[in-house]
């Protein structure tokens, strides 16, 4: 099993999680990141003053899932999120040693 970490940018959420959709995932946790890279943030004006904003919005998925459709997921996630500008977003895969369904008792992929 295996555990993908995806940090993209907050507008691109809905076209994965359609992607994944599509190759059978169901489920998926979302959390709402910041992030400082290589996009350097940028500085905006607000009531005449300038600031800088370092750290950026984005949006960190979570996915859990066999070894099987880890490829897939990858290929599905990059699709959904290149625009080919800076600051698309990283994909992290882990690998999962175990996995409990608390409500059934299930383990492992049973669980997925």
């Known amino acids: ?3 993908i970490s995806a ?3 907050p507008f691109k959420l809905d076209d994965v999680r ?3 959709a599509e190759i ?3 489920g998926l946790t979302v959390t709402e ?3 400082f890279g290589r996009q350097k ?3 905006e004006l607000y009531r005449g003053a300038e600031y800088v904003v370092d750290f950026l919005p984005k949006v960190k998925i979570e996915v859990a899932l066999d070894d099987d459709i880890m490829e897939a997921a990858i290929e599905a996630i990059c699709k959904a ?3 080919g500008k800076i600051g698309d977003g990283k994909i ?5 040693e175990q996995v409990v369904r608390i409500r059934t008792g299930e383990t492992g992929v049973d669980a997925l």
């Open 1 to 3: 099993m295996k555990f």
């Open 7 to 9: 940090v993209i940018k």
């Open 18 to 20: 359609d992607a994944l």
């Open 24 to 26: 059978g995932i169901q």
């Open 33 to 35: 990141v910041r992030g």
């Open 41 to 43: 943030g940028h500085t």
């Open 81 to 83: 999120t290149n625009t």
């Open 92 to 96: 992290f895969v882990t690998s999962l």
